[in-house]
């Protein structure tokens, strides 16, 4: 077998040396005054309510005994998203349970909330939602109870949108032959001849748009190319762009139609000062953990403990980076408490790798092979025991990803036909668990295996370091 040069050992070092600094402390580029954030670093990292506080809730019909329909429950989530954005509340969680009729919701409390009132913020959300029509598209200045500018509609009330219907579809131009996403659109009651009187109106005036507002937000404001006079209208083009605009559109639009109010039918809060200190006490003992893991690893097993310790830093740092965002057009992920639990099983399973496989090392050693075979049978012989062990816990990771992941999730989806036979039950924190801990196992595949084994054949290379005893051997004498 081709000897690995001994300058690949210094080579892999410097390498996780520079991506663990990064990683842990990121880049930033000073312009002027302003220091703009290249790479993200763990002090970018999203921490979950259970660390930075916060409001936990279920909403659903307010009356029991209301069946609602899958639609309906989306529309109840698209209520809740709009106003949490609106709120500048982005980094939220917001599943709907249409098993059970119920959207379950997390997010973190606002920066700078003082009074941190769970029931306030709920209260806020749950809101019967508005839809309106108006004519034109025009809107005016005007101040709310609190005194803040907010824009209004400038021209008349067309009609209310209650009972109102929206589906995202496609319509095929008859001319070119070509599919378009459009948004279905169905009034009822005295709607009807209210859009009749304002769609033959507007069309009349070149055309003229009808502006749709939820929440004194404009959502759309469609051209009206037609006398409309059964309810039934396409919305096209502005902002429907692809399908998944022309659906979230429509769920925005049966948002505002609901046929019953919503409540919080269970609600929960965290404060930020007890998230914080179990974060703390969480990080020390980590480090408590992993300074004592280090010290029993190199005595124990010597030089391929140094090295595997050096493999578990980069583990660490490439899990950090791929929480915190480090790499460009990827998400940064909301940790939780859970979730640095993961981290630190994954840290177990990596310093168990590497035990397992200094242990064949020094059997094989004891067996009076030499350095070099001993490294080689002893990484062979222990791969089959790493590898079990590391795909039963990616196993078990993937099903606690899919089980308590969002539905939208590949996991979710891959489980679905076993899934479909359970209501759902989406948790946030136990999915952060099984998300750190299936990239923790994937990474000491890469630095606990492949890596670690690299430098300990490299190392092994240098003539001061060719004594067995260095490796769990007899020491060598002379």
């Known amino acids: 077998m081709k000897r690995t040069p001994k300058g690949i050992f210094f080579v892999v070092v410097l390498l996780i040396a520079c991506f663990s600094y990064t990683a842990f402390f990121g880049v930033t580029a000073a312009y002027g005054d302003r220091q703009d954030v290249v790479i993200r670093g763990a002090a970018d990292i999203r921490f979950g309510i259970d660390i930075r506080g916060g409001v936990d809730a279920t909403f659903g019909p307010a009356d029991d005994s209301i069946d609602a329909t899958d639609e309906q429950v989306e529309a109840i989530k ?41 029931n306030k913020a709920i209260e806020e959300l749950g809101e019967t939602a508005q839809l309106n029509f108006y004519y034109g598209s025009e809107t005016k200045t005007a101040y709310d109870a609190e005194g803040n500018a907010i824009q209004v509609p400038a021209g008349e009330l067309v009609t209310s949108g209650d009972g109102a219907d929206a589906v995202a579809g496609w319509t ?103 998230g914080e200190k179990a974060l703390e006490a969480m990080v020390v003992a980590g480090l408590v953990a992993l300074l004592l893991v280090t010290v029993y690893v190199i005595f124990w097993y010597r030089l391929p403990g140094a090295v595997a310790m050096i493999a578990l830093v980069g583990q660490i740092a490439a899990t950090l980076a ?103 039950s989406t948790t946030g924190m136990v999915y952060s668990f099984g998300f750190t801990l299936f990239i923790g196992v994937l990474l000491n595949f890469i630095f606990g295996v492949a890596l670690s084994r690299l430098m300990l054949r490299s190392v092994s290379r240098f003539k001061c370091l060719r004594n067995p005893w260095l490796y769990g051997g007899e020491r060598h004498v002379g």
């Open 172 to 274: 095929q131009d008859e001319k070119t032959g070509q599919s378009s996403p459009v948004v279905f659109l169905t009034l009822k009651g005295d709607a009807v001849q209210k859009f009749a009187d304002a769609t033959l109106k507007q069309y009349n005036n070149n055309q003229a748009p009808i502006s749709i507002w939820l929440d004194n937000e404009m959502i759309s404001a469609p051209n009206v190319q037609a006398h409309i006079t059964d309810g039934e209208a396409v919305i096209s083009g502005g902002t429907i762009t692809d399908y998944a605009s022309a659906q979230d559109l429509a769920n925005t639009i049966n948002a505002g139609a609901l046929p019953f109010n919503i409540k919080a039918t269970s609600t929960s809060s965290l404060s930020p000062t007890l």
């Open 322 to 424: 791929i929480i915190s965002g480090y790499f460009p057009n990827a998400d940064s992920f909301t940790l939780t408490l859970p979730g640095i639990a993961g981290i630190l099983l994954s840290i177990g399973i990596g310093v168990d790798a590497n035990v397992i496989t200094s242990e064949r090392v020094r059997e094989e050693l004891r067996r009076g092979k030499t350095i070099d075979g001993a490294i080689r049978a002893g990484s062979k012989n222990s791969l089959g025991a790493i590898f079990d062990g590391n795909i039963t816990v990616l196993i078990v990771s993937i099903v606690l990803m899919g089980v308590f992941g969002p539905p939208s999730s590949i996991w979710s989806k891959i489980m679905s036909v076993v899934l479909a036979m359970f209501p759902a």
């Open 78 to 118: 698209t209520i809740i998203e709009r106003r949490l954005v609106d709120k500048n509340i982005t980094d939220y969680e917001c599943y709907a349970d249409t098993a059970n009729d119920q959207v379950i919701v997390r997010f973190p409390w606002q920066t700078g909330e003082s009074d941190f009132d769970a």
